[in-house]
């Protein structure tokens, strides 16, 4: 069953690249404070690149103008896949940071794991956005369609800030 406003975040451990490689994060040490986490099914994809990244990277300032501290991206992707795709996006630039659910847990926790084998998306994360203040989820939106971009991509979470 997903999880919904009003509930806690789970605990877990993510991976970040780092200079000297893969390092672990500790998600508790993100659920401080006013953060703005977006997932989505894979680095690299179409809308992912083209929509859902650069979305928060345009109200990057906004959402910290509102009080959130940090706006996190969360993907079933290896952290290497995750590391280049926070370069080659410049989202890191942007104030964003990058975390890899490698093994799928976060997201399976979350209630939130699809499959679509013929796009070749297996144990993948559904797109959607949320704002948790001190580890609870305050505002939740997801799309029905991993395809599309609506109500998860940063202007429509903003709103919500």
């Not at 404070?33 to 989505?40: D, S, T």
């Not at 395809?147 to 800030?161: F, N, R």
Request: proline content about 5%.
């Amino acid at each position: 069953m997903a999880l919904s406003e009003g509930d806690r975040l789970p605990d877990g451990k993510l991976l970040k690249m780092t200079e000297n490689g893969p390092a672990e994060v500790d998600l508790g040490d993100y659920q401080s404070g006013r953060v703005a986490i977006f997932a989505l099914p894979g680095a690299f994809t179409g809308t992912c690149s083209t929509q859902h990244v650069p979305s928060f990277m345009r109200t990057a300032d906004q959402f910290r103008a509102k009080g959130v501290d940090r706006i996190v991206c969360i993907s079933v992707n290896d952290p290497f896949v995750m590391g280049a795709w926070e370069k080659d996006t410049g989202a890191g630039e942007a104030g964003l940071t990058f975390l890899s659910d490698a093994d799928g847990s976060f997201t399976n926790a979350m209630g939130m794991s699809f499959d679509a084998p013929p796009i070749g998306l297996i144990g993948r994360s559904k797109r959607y956005a949320m704002l948790v203040e001190d580890g609870v989820i305050k505002t939740l939106q997801a799309e029905e369609n991993p395809g599309e971009c609506a109500i998860s991509g940063g202007e429509a979470l903003l709103e919500k800030a």
